[in-house]
């Protein structure tokens, strides 16, 4: 439903406004909307009262006429701000469209005699994934070859995206698994946004596609050995947690699907894969903190069997090869060690430690072959991939740059001598390598192709910032040659720094706009990332997530002292758990930000977490605290980004957010916005922009989501005064 913006305007918007907006009004400039405002108070268990005056913006159906115009009114206001810099958003668009090379294909992978992989065609949105028969004179570099010059003769189409997007607004293929004897096809669809997937399946020999059809699930499914059972993992309908596994047998109605498990935690994610040797099909549980495993024989699924039993602040991850369990673990150690395990193990008792845990290396995964062991690694911030062979004989994988991102590729089957390993760094475009472990010989697969791009141009570094309780940051940066460090330059500071994630320095096509025109891109390795090893994350968690932003605005503080950027002309970037990071910057140092980037951010920080209906909730109280308790209320209140708001000006902002998002809910950021016009006495917009198509995600299909991106983009190079 779309109001038009006179009648958006006339249910909502009342005659108060905010300082900005009466300089808008002075300025003959757009004037913002101004949300209603409506008493309404958020209890807590212990007490504690909080006033939420635009709590009504939630609408869990997403059909209230009054939040819609709001909505609207907002995505007017926004094109009106924006419509000076149509010229430069087509040309931005352009610029990161034509560096696509639109027929590309993926590196194939080979599986039990056939080679998969997925392509794109010229000016379409969407992949699609095919397979070929292996055979003689059959490799990955001879499909390649015959994909770019468009010889798909021997090819069978598994699924054309395209097609099935038609006449939809949104539309994503979340997974795909081929049954044991290549014949049935069981995919994960999702034309909504927000995550909730239908199963489907086809006869890969006659293309028919079966009555069969389950509904509510996750991406996660598994074929059994009989090629006909699939076990799926069944969401919660309202949270949207993982909470069940069933099994479906072809040709049954979903309605008579079997409960395998049921998990009665709400703090754990669930999922179901395939052991490396094919032996068991495992359901996985993950909490912040914890983790356990169940399996049962692929060839006889019957009882799923505990590994090993879970323990608050144990985790561990297991794969079967060779007759015994591999296991990566942090017990007793934080940076995570690997033990081995016979196939009947029940308990950690039956574990014995094969490679040792130490302080400076963090152990992040590792893969299993016949006659070699792959183990990926970080060490000083940097990611590294470390070959051991039988006998124990070991090496590392070489990187030729100081900034970079290095890790484990998809290698599909253990029988080989080849270990396939990704590498990329912030000037050098994704590039998938072999490397034969026997001879030493590597060769390229594949590099991402980016037409009109020469890395020569530019310039990587990666360089220290000293935290204000001295702590060492990582800091990686790029910029085009030409560059001077004399405190002019513009420059866009990217962060995340939750649950653990590492942000690599890979190369990010549409950020060459922004070098081309002088700009400095840095990605701040702040606390609550991953990538100086556990301790790193855990400092950045809980009563430490200050640190997380500290951090930041510490870098910040280091990269325009030495000459990488002008103090008025910073930009700050960051989505998701990233908005929550840049929203509490922009109230911490708002006078050290000329512009705020902030996408789908989580910024009411404590009424979400109070809410145990909203998707994620209850899984990350180990992350961020549960607010129920009266010590975790406190300091989440202290920093989160809705809850401190004060009368103050604000830096520029563009604040994106899809309407169907099921991580960060709409509202979130649509009663950010609604509280900030009404304090912020800043002379800067605020441009909020709502896709009322899509969700965390953004818009789906390759090309949409950079009009969105193109938009903010042009949004950021006009505050900064870069042409």
Known sequence: MKLPLTIAL?????????????????????QPPVAEQRPHQVPSPHGAVREDEYYWLRDDTRENPEMLAYLNAENAYADAVMAGSEALQKKLYEEIVGRIRQDDSSVPARERGWWYYSRFETGKDYPVYARRRDGEGVDALSIQQANDSGDFADEQVLLDVNRMAEGKD???????????????????????????????????????????????????????????????????????????????????PASEDVLVYEEEDDSFYMGIGRTRDDAYICIYVQSTVSSEM????????????????????????????????????????????????????????????????????????????????????????????????????????????????????????????????GYTSLTTPATTYELNVVTGERRQLKQQPVIGYDPAQY???????????????????????????????????????????????????PVVSLLDRGMVYAIAHIRGGQEMGR?????????????????????????????YAAPDRVAAYGGSAGGLLVGAVANMAPDKYRVILSQVPFVDVVTTMLDRSIPLTTNEYDEWGNPETPEAYRYMLS????????????????????????????????????????????????VFRTNMDAGHGGKSGRFRRYEELSEMYAFLLDQLGVQ
């Open 535 to 563: 301790k790193w994350y855990d400092d950045g968690k809980l009563f430490n997530k200050i640190n997380t932003f500290t951090d930041f605005i510490d870098v910040t503080d280091h990269l325009v002292a030495q000459g």
């Open 170 to 252: 949104f539309f994503s293929v979340g997974n795909y698994e081929v049954s044991q004897d290549n014949r049935i096809l069981a995919w994960a669809e999702d034309d909504v946004g927000r995550r909730q997937y239908v199963i489907r399946f086809k006869d890969l020999e006659t293309d028919e596609v079966f009555d069969d059809e389950i509904r509510g699930v996750s991406a996660s499914l598994v074929w059994a050995d009989d090629n006909r059972t699939l076990f799926y993992v069944e969401n919660d309908p309202d949270t949207l947690l993982t909470v069940r596994v069933r099994k479906h047998v072809l040709g049954t």
């Open 459 to 509: 310039t990587t570094e990666r360089i220290w910032a000293t935290a204000r309780d001295g702590t060492r940051v990582p800091v990686s940066l790029v910029y085009r040659n030409g560059f001077e460090r004399d405190g002019t330059a513009p420059l866009l500071q990217y962060g995340y720094g939750s649950y653990g994630y590492s942000m690599d320095p890979g190369f990010n096509l």
């Open 10 to 30: 006339a249910l909502l918007m009342t005659t108060a406004c905010s300082s900005s907006a009466d300089d808008a009004r002075d300025q003959g400039l757009p």
């Open 294 to 421: 169940r399996c049962t024989p692929a060839a006889e699924p019957g009882e799923f069997t505990v590994l090993a039993a879970r323990e608050r602040d144990v985790e561990y991850d297991a794969d079967h090869h060779n007759g015994r369990w591999v296991i990566r673990t942090n017990w007793d150690a934080p940076n995570f060690r690997v033990m081995t395990a016979p196939s009947n193990a029940t308990s950690r008792d039956q574990w014995q430690e094969w490679i040792g845990h130490s302080e400076d290396v963090f152990i992040e995964g590792l893969e299993l072959f016949d006659g070699f062991t792959a183990i990926g690694e970080r060490s000083e911030g940097l990611e590294r991939v470390r070959v051991i062979r039988e006998g124990g004989a070991e090496e590392y994988v070489k990187a030729d740059e100081p900034a970079y991102s290095m890790g484990l590729s998809v290698n599909s089957e253990p029988d080989t001598e080849w270990l396939r390993y």
């Open 639 to 686: 920093y989160s980004p809705y809850d401190n708001l004060e009368e103050k000006a604000y830096p520029a902002m563009f604040v994106g957010t899809g309407l169907w998002d099921s991580q960060v809910q709409y509202w979130e950021p649509a009663k950010y916005v609604a509280r900030l016009r009404t304090l912020n006495t800043g002379e800067y917009p605020i």
